[in-house]
């Protein structure tokens, strides 16, 4: 017989080419990100304070924004990573009606959709 494994590595588990790969398992897994945007939003939410020297003279005029509400302002104004999500998924399931599910297209399509969904707000800050 005839053969070019070297001698005595025929039976040899660890032989490359005796190697097996492991069968695909399913995993469930958690992914947590953390994302921040700087961009500029108008609000009157502020009280203004006064500042005077030792003469009573006005210094100036600050806002005070301890008590405004940044995140209902922000969402007023932007949209937040769970608005962008909807509306991508809403543009895709239309895009995803036109061409069909049985397209290259329409396959990536439906995974762009199914991405979208299940992804839970975890944190909200929006800090000025």
């Known amino acids: 017989m005839c053969d070019n494994y070297p001698l005595g ?3 040899d588990p660890r032989a490359p080419y005796n190697q097996k790969e492991p069968p695909e398992l399913e995993f469930e897994v958690t992914i947590s990100q953390t994302f921040s945007k700087t961009v500029k939003v108008k609000t ?3 009280v203004e304070e ?4 030792d003469l009573g003279n006005c210094k100036c005029v600050t806002p005070n924004t301890q008590d ?3 995140v209902g302002i922000y969402q007023e104004q932007h949209f937040t990573l769970q608005d962008l999500l909807g509306e991508l998924k809403s543009m895709a399931q239309e895009k995803f ?5 049985h ?6 399509l439906k995974s762009i959709i199914e991405a979208c ?3 839970h707000n975890d944190e909200t800050e929006v800090v000025c």
């Not at 009606?97 to 599910?101: D, F, L, R, T």
Request: glycine residues 8%; proline residues 0%; aromatic residues 18%.
């Open 97 to 101: 009606s036109q061409v069909g599910e």
């Open 117 to 119: 969904d299940d992804w």
């Open 44 to 46: 009157s939410d502020y």
């Open 68 to 70: 405004t509400n940044w």
């Open 9 to 11: 590595a025929r039976n």
């Open 103 to 108: 397209t290259s297209q329409g396959k990536y």
């Open 50 to 53: 006064e500042d005077w020297d």
